[in-house]
């Protein structure tokens, strides 16, 4: 399969800080990449859609101030937390999909998990 | 509007035994395709099988298929000759096909613990 990968893996941050996490598709072209959060024991809640060179589509009760995305080209999506606070403290997870696909598959990068202090 | 319902939070299985996961679906889309993603503790998901809804056949990859049974709109996950590694949560997602750029629907997932 395609692989996504996503950096950093851990981060850990203070209160009032920001915090950008990294997502690239490696061997192809992602014409859209997905930011979903997932809170422990629960599934995946979707934060937001991008397309390259275009502004996201945040989904209901995301904060689009609070959550940057920029889906800067075709392989790099960038997600940025400003001014975290504890209740961030989450595991974020992107996704990337490609119109080239067969399947129209969406593939996931390993993760970010973020705790804010 | 769709919806994927995974009614197992839990599941226990004996190492070498075959094990199915259920899902359930609800669109009223006429073209889609159906998913299932694997997510260890680690935490990232691996994409296991799919099935489009205008596939005759059920979908198989090495010990995954899927029992994919359109008018009761399930698509179960069949584990075979489960092994330890396949402890794990497992998720059904759907997403309508040509439709741009919609996001997959997850299911709530179900935990597949195997048992030595």
């Known amino acids: 399969g395609a692989v996504v990968s996503q950096h950093p893996s851990r981060v850990i941050c203070k209160s009032g800080t920001s915090v950008k996490i990294e997502c690239r598709s490696l061997?192809?072209?992602?014409?859209?990449m997905f930011w979903y959060r997932q809170f422990p024991k629960q599934s995946l809640m979707l934060m937001a859609t991008s397309n390259e060179g275009s502004k996201a589509t945040y989904e209901q009760g995301v904060e689009k101030d609070k959550f940057l995305i920029n889906h800067a080209s075709l392989t790099l999506s960038t997600l940025t937390v400003t001014s975290a606070h504890p209740e961030d403290s989450s595991f974020y997870i992107c996704?990337?999909?490609?119109?080239?696909?067969?399947?129209?598959?969406?593939?996931f990068g390993p993760g970010t998990r973020l705790t804010v202090l | 509007a769709q919806k994927i319902t995974q009614t197992q939070p839990g599941m226990f299985v004996q190492e070498k035994e075959a094990v199915t996961l259920d899902c359930t679906y609800d669109?009223?889309?006429?073209?889609?395709?159906l998913f299932w993603y694997k997510q260890p503790s680690s935490g990232e998901m691996i994409f296991l099988i799919y099935?489009?809804?205008?596939?005759?056949q059920n979908a198989t990859e090495g010990r995954y298929s899927l029992n994919f049974q359109k008018a009761r709109k399930s698509a179960n996950l069949v584990i075979s000759a489960s092994q330890l590694g396949d402890s794990a949560m497992y998720f059904c997602a759907m997403r309508p096909l040509n439709s741009g750029n919609t996001p997959l629907v997850f299911g709530k997932g179900t935990r597949l613990s195997v048992i030595a």
């Open positions: 669109t009223s889309d006429q073209s889609y395709g």
């Open positions: 099935q489009g809804s205008y596939d005759e």
């Open positions: 061997d192809f072209q992602a014409t859209t």
């Open positions: 996704s990337a999909r490609a119109s080239t696909f067969s399947t129209d598959t969406q593939y």
